[in-house]
């Protein structure tokens, strides 16, 4: 049985974030399948070369149907595992109605806060902010009678709240599959503490965030909310290890470093940090901060490598991704840098409170099923299509 796994834009160095990561570790332990032979495609508008990461083939085509029908009629694909959002109603899918291949769709997404989209507009611009606010005005409804005319067998989801909501928009529950991606072995690595000893953190209580600049990823957000929290506890730092992606733009960023008053108890770094260096910023930080205003495909892995380090998360209130660690974290309902700033008052100055979100982190990762496990239940699909 031939399987292909599509996605959209995995260019070479987005591999190992969400939701691109999700196929590469499908693939993986799809190949121990003697009976499956699987290939993983991305549909993009430039660099259209194959190449390997992680031992697994990416082959990369043209964006859009018409090149993706045509990849699965020359591979002779029989099983097309396709990304869907619920603003994909307006796709034009008719073609992949006449392919031979059975179709599973999945959905990398969650369900997105209302005033997660109006946060993030406010900063970035409506127009900018138009996928997620179409996301949520669309009827989800419509993108489930679509996939049924199309001939979709399943719909997997990423969270258990997803899938509830395709379950009660009219799909049939025994084809709806949620999943929660995997947890890898990044608690089982040996820290480095060259650049956490650099910084001079080791013994020192500090407030972490880690991650891209994006806006919708919290950082602005965070730097206003701790220049509050700054004014009340005078000790605390703020310690920001700013991952420089492909997209990264750090130009919002920066203006809203440069305009607080407590700009000095920021330390910002821009080191590339390896997987073993980022534990031992994980291990060491008091709580970290990961407060997006939306989260564009659920579940972050971060916050598996950060709760399996025993640390709590502060965060914002989203869907899924937040209802499976809520009780591992500190969930803020309200976005605005007063409600994080009261959150991080709420943790950083009830040591017994935090010493109680860490031994729940500490369970909840401890029974978290592994990418393998994950795998599986994709796998078991195809085997229940061939029945």
């Not at 595992?81 to 291949?101: M, N, S, T």
């Not at 730097?223 to 700054?230: R, S, V």
């Not at 919002?252 to 700009?263: D, H, T």
């Amino acid at each position: 049985m031939k399987v292909c796994l599509y996605t959209i834009d995995m260019y070479a160095g987005t591999e190992r974030l969400m939701p691109w990561r999700t196929l590469v570790e499908v693939a993986k332990y799809m190949r121990e399948c003697s009976k499956i032979t699987v290939s993983v495609c991305s549909g993009q508008d430039k660099d259209f070369r194959s190449r390997e990461y992680d031992s697994v083939t990416i082959h990369s085509i043209k964006k859009g149907i018409p090149a993706l029908v045509s990849y699965l009629q020359r591979n002779e694909i029989d099983v097309l595992f396709y990304p869907v959002a619920f603003r994909d109603v307006f796709k034009p899918l008719e073609r992949l109605q006449c392919i031979k291949a059975q179709k599973i769709a999945y959905i990398p997404g969650g369900i997105y806060p209302l005033n997660g989209i109006i946060a993030l507009g406010k900063i970035i611009g409506i127009k900018n902010a138009k996928p997620y606010i179409l996301e949520k005005i669309i009827p989800h409804s419509w993108l489930v009678s679509k996939m049924k005319r199309k001939g979709f067998s399943y719909i997997i989801s990423f969270s258990d709240i997803t899938k509830q909501n395709v379950v009660k928009c009219g799909w049939p529950s025994s084809y709806a599959l949620s999943t929660i991606p995997g947890l890898d072995n990044f608690n089982r690595l040996e820290s480095d503490y060259f650049y956490l000893d650099k910084l001079n953190m080791q013994n020192k209580k500090f407030i972490l965030f880690s991650g891209a600049p994006a806006t919708i990823r919290g950082s602005i957000m965070l730097l206003k909310a701790f220049d509050l929290f700054a004014e009340q506890e005078k000790t605390m730092s703020l310690v920001m290890l700013m991952r420089q992606d492909l997209s990264s733009d750090f130009t919002l960023f920066k203006q809203a470093l440069n305009g607080m008053k407590n700009s000095h108890r920021v330390i910002v770094s821009y080191e590339k940090l390896s997987p073993q260096q980022l534990k031992a910023f994980f291990e060491f930080a008091y709580v970290v901060a990961l407060p997006f205003l939306l989260i564009p495909s659920e579940i972050p892995l971060t916050y598996f490598e950060v709760l399996s380090c025993g640390t709590p998360i502060i965060t914002f209130k989203n869907g899924g991704s937040t209802e499976y660690i809520k009780n591992a974290a500190v969930v803020i309902s309200d976005r605005t840098p007063c409600a994080l700033s009261s959150g991080l008052d709420k943790i950083c100055r009830n040591s017994q409170y935090r010493d109680e979100l860490a031994k729940q982190a500490i369970e909840l990762m401890k029974n978290h099923h592994s990418w393998k496990e994950f795998a599986k239940q994709w796998i078991t699909i195809i085997e229940n299509l061939a029945v």
